[in-house]
């Protein structure tokens, strides 16, 4: 295998071979197939007057593809770590062409379309996705998958990112191979898929889809239905920060302080009065929502500054508001907890320290010292998550 951080600078000698496409095929065990694939691609490239290399990532196969993947013409690179993104990894690494195209190694993607790609990356294409989803033959892909996760998955991946991309899974696609290194790709397993798309999104890169047919697999899917969904969702949940914490803390706190102010002002609502339970829980959603934010604002400021993200109107906000005036409107919330709070003593002491019935206004007063706190420490841990960047720049 080629290695990636060796000093003697063998990039610089592999540029000199001069080549437009790798076609990267990682493979787990797919002696039925691999031959088949491998030849395909080869005499796709010869056919069309296009310089490339065929390179198999193998996941330790024990079913003899790689030295099937060697026979066929392929440059085989080992890959020990399980999954389908470490195998793509390891492929790219070893890849020495301007353009890659990636394909499965189980006969479902027609390797005749590398031409397709490439001229999509010719006319200035970063990342040229297939899309199968008119196209998929009888048999190849499970009604769960055609008809429920690859629309949902698609649905919400465009709903969170806009990508406009229709088949998010879509494991034919071809890529400049240097966005790579701005892409920073990370996930290990089936994720790397729409990692790949969201990202190049995100960076505002040229991302382009045309129609692909989908043909039945030979030998035997390594997805794992729901453990891949899953991780998939995941990773969209985690890029998002919107989705995931400002939108629904921003509906808590909305909702949260509303309803406070309503039960607090004894407002009837649906011809009843609501009593000091319902206040309870009005602040405490108010006070999970101001969290959510929190953590949101600052998932945002770490994407900026650790991956690249363009800041949006949340970022600079909270740039623009910078740590003192974040902790001025931190002790200005806590103040008013404080008055509040003391109103009630007053009152209490007013009254010989007797009887005292001021729940709601001490709810009032504790969201407020809450909120008022957690803003301090959020403006505090931001200005943490800036100490290597200042230092950087400095
Ligand atoms: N799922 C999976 N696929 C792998 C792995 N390593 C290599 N692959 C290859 O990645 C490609 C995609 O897997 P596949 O089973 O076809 O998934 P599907 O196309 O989503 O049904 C195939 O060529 C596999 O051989 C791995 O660890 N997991
Ligand atoms: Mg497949």
Not at 38 to 57: C, H, M, P
């Amino acid at each position: 295998m080629i290695e990636a951080s060796s000093h003697a600078d063998p990039v610089g000698e592999r540029e000199q071979a001069d080549l437009k496409v790798s076609v990267v095929i990682p493979c787990l065990n797919e002696a039925e197939n691999i031959e088949a694939c491998v030849e395909l691609a080869r005499r796709t490239l010869d056919e069309n007057g296009i310089s490339g290399e065929v390179i198999v990532a193998d996941n330790g196969s024990d079913d003899g593809s790689g030295e099937l993947a060697a026979k066929a013409g392929a440059i085989v690179v080992e890959e020990r770590r399980r999954g389908y993104g470490s195998a793509y990894q390891a492929g790219f690494a070893a890849a020495r062409g301007d353009y890659i195209v990636m394909g499965d190694a189980d006969l479902t993607y027609d390797f005749g379309d590398i031409p397709r790609f490439v001229a999509q990356l010719d006319a200035g294409a970063d990342l040229v996705m297939g899309n199968r989803m008119d196209s998929i033959h009888p048999g190849a892909m499970p009604w769960l998958h055609r008809y429920v996760g690859n629309p949902l998955m698609t649905r919400f991946v465009n709903l969170l990112y806009r990508t406009g991309i229709r088949d998010i899974w879509c494991g034919m696609r071809g890529l400049r191979r240097d966005i790579l290194p701005k892409l920073d790709l990370r996930g290990l397993g089936m994720e790397f898929a729409p990692e790949m798309v969201l990202r190049a999104k995100k960076l505002g890169l040229d991302v382009r889809q045309f129609e692909i047919e989908y043909h039945p697999r030979g030998g035997e899917s390594k997805l794992s239905t729901f453990k891949d969904g899953w991780r998939g969702l995941r990773l969209l949940l985690v890029h998002s920060p919107t989705a995931l914490f400002i939108v629904p803390g921003s509906v808590m706190l909305g909702v949260g302080a509303v309803a406070m102010v309503l039960f607090g002002f004894d407002v009837q609502i649906l011809g009843r009065g609501w009593s000091l339970h319902s206040m309870i829980a009005a602040a405490l959603l108010t006070i999970v929502g101001a969290q959510a934010i929190s953590l949101g604002v600052s998932a945002r400021t770490f994407g900026v500054l650790y991956l690249n993200e363009a800041p949006d109107t949340m970022f600079r906000l909270g740039s623009r508001i910078g740590l003192e005036r974040g902790l001025g409107i931190g002790a200005l919330l806590f103040l008013g907890g404080l008055v509040l709070a003391a109103g009630i003593v007053i009152t209490w002491i007013d009254r010989g320290f007797g009887q005292l019935s001021e729940e709601k206004l001490m709810m009032a007063a504790a969201v407020l010292l809450i909120i008022g706190l957690q803003t301090i420490f959020t403006a505090f841990f931001i200005s943490i998550l800036g100490l290597r960047r200042e230092d950087a720049r400095s």
